[in-house]
């Protein structure tokens, strides 16, 4: 600070020193990180003195204490045994009992070949040359795209590349092929497990459910064993990935010393909307080709090779609430033409999901300085009517990467403001969202993809999956990494990766 006063016509200066301020000068940030380190570790800081005072007594003992106690053992040696045996005991049924910890050896996302890509330009050009829309709905699909957060380099089938597109069922069992039996070949080859070693498959595709099945096509292309244990979920939604996952955890619990596959896709073909109803043209701007296979496994021998390890599955479903349940819905238009309609409430929504499905997590995940604070703030509220806002977990403190779905733009947005997440947090989704476009139920294994293939995982690290879908539903996975993660030969990002991220008009 400076002060100025003058002195005989002349102008003295003098340079006021004084100590900062100490509340300005703290970092409170640092504070903070003080406090949950001392609380996390709160049992680790008392039991410090306690072993020290146990050493301390231990080193004091002669070799006449050590005798003396010898000998009283002696003569309580029913005690011990009988001690000895439930030690045993429990031991045993502990270590029958205990839920068997799942693995995951790699996945493999499909990488789309460059000739389906398709341009803004060019998607408005077909969407026009159809003849199916009116101006209006050429203009609304127009700006959706241009806010979309979708990239030049998304893919469309091959069945919507024709004029006019050929959205038949033979179209639509080429395009679930191509996906699957890509993300499986690679899958198979990184991996060297052969299919007829595959005890468990869980296939989830929301909207085309052909006879015989997709898990059913599966089987049949690789020749798996007769006694596999598989399983066809549709109309899940984008959320449906988590719930496969959590699907083949039950069933890896029951089969000992068994595989599973977890294949997560959606197919577009004879799901494109023709028509002119505004909620009904979004997912068209949107969903594009994609999908994931992934290998699981419940072989202690394998925990060395596995990439992740699966901690929690967190599954919320609002489905009982009838605006909930209509928000995502498949229906016909007036003109008799069927789509998937989003409704207006379809944010809010997802947002109650969210709390609901974080308030399930957060005593799983959070450390207990959060849990701590959170409910004293809560007490506070209710108790004494104060006026303080309540108190946000800082998700950051308990996982290091976040993967969320990238169903669009806005989706990425509202969690990054709620959850408090920092730019770097949301990255992985919206350069998924850039680069693949909403591929629903696999957009959180791209997601992955991303952050492996940027180098960033390393061993201890935490990862949320977290993704919503119709019913409505929003459901969590959380993984902590085995060892430092490379991406696999076959990563999607491969090729790319050095181009992101890429700087969004926001």
């Keep these: ?75 309580n040696l029913v005690s011990v045994i009988v001690f000895s045996a439930f030690l045993v005991f429990g031991s045993t049924v502990y270590i029958m009992t205990r839920p068997r910890s799942i693995y995951l050896l790699d996945y493999s996302c499909f990488l789309p070949p460059s000739h389906l890509k398709v341009k803004y330009q060019q998607f408005m050009e077909h969407s026009m040359l159809t003849g199916d829309f009116d101006e209006s709905s050429l203009e609304f699909q127009r700006k959706i795209l241009e806010r979309s957060g979708l990239g030049e380099e998304t893919c469309v ?115 494109w909307y023709f028509g002119n109803k505004k909620s009904m ?22 925990k060395r ?28 238009d007036d003109a008799g033409k069927t789509g998937v309609s989003l409704s207006k409430d379809l944010m809010a929504i997802a947002g109650n999901a969210l709390k609901t499905n974080i308030t399930t997590l957060g005593p799983l995940v959070l450390p207990i300085s959060e849990q701590i604070l959170f409910f004293v703030t809560l007490v506070a509220k209710k108790l004494f009517n104060a006026k303080v806002k309540p108190y946000i977990p800082d998700f950051k403190l308990a996982f290091d990467h976040f993967c969320i779905h990238a169903g669009g733009r806005a989706v990425i947005d509202e969690l990054e403001k709620n959850l408090q997440l920092l730019p770097v947090h949301a990255e992985a989704s919206r350069m998924t969202l850039h680069r693949f476009g909403n591929t629903s139920s696999s957009s959180i294994w791209y997601e992955l993809s991303y952050i492996e293939a940027k180098g960033r995982m390393r061993k201890g690290n935490r990862v949320w999956q977290i993704a919503f879908g119709s019913g409505f539903k929003c459901n969590s996975a959380v993984w902590v990494a085995l060892r430092n993660v490379k991406p696999s030969a076959t990563n999607p990002w491969q090729g790319c990766i050095h181009r992101y991220p890429v700087k969004l008009d926001l």
């Design 1 to 75: 600070m400076m002060s100025n006063s003058s002195s005989n016509g002349g102008v003295q200066i003098r340079q006021s020193r004084r100590l900062p301020d100490f509340l300005q000068s703290v970092n409170l940030k640092y504070v903070k990180l003080g406090y949950h380190y001392l609380i996390s570790h709160l049992l680790t800081l008392c039991l410090i003195p306690l072993m020290s005072v146990i050493i301390v007594e231990a080193s004091r003992l002669d070799l006449d204490d050590i005798h003396h106690l010898w000998l009283q053992l002696q003569y």
């Design 305 to 332: 090779k596995s990439k992740y390890k699966l901690v929690h599955v967190v599954r919320t479903h609002c489905g009982a609430n009838d605006k909930a349940f209509k928000c995502v819905y498949q229906e016909q």
């Design 281 to 302: 043209l979004i997912p068209n701007c949107l969903f594009r080709v994609g999908g994931a296979a992934v290998l699981l496994s419940n072989k202690p021998s394998d």
């Design 157 to 271: 089938p091959e069945a919507m590349h024709y004029l006019p597109p050929r959205p038949t069922m033979a179209a639509a069992r080429e395009e679930a092929e191509q996906v699957m039996f890509g993300a499986l070949d690679n899958l198979f080859a990184n991996t060297h497990v052969k299919p007829r070693d595959i005890g468990i498959l869980v296939v989830n595709c929301s909207l085309f459910n052909p006879t015989p099945s997709l898990s059913a096509m599966i089987v049949n292309k690789y020749k798996m064993r007769g006694n596999i244990k598989s399983f066809n979920l549709g109309g899940m939604g984008c959320s449906a990935g988590v719930i496969a996952i959590d699907l083949a955890k039950d069933m890896l619990q029951v089969h000992r010393n068994s595989y599973a596959i977890v294949v997560s896709t959606e197919n577009i073909t004879q799901n």
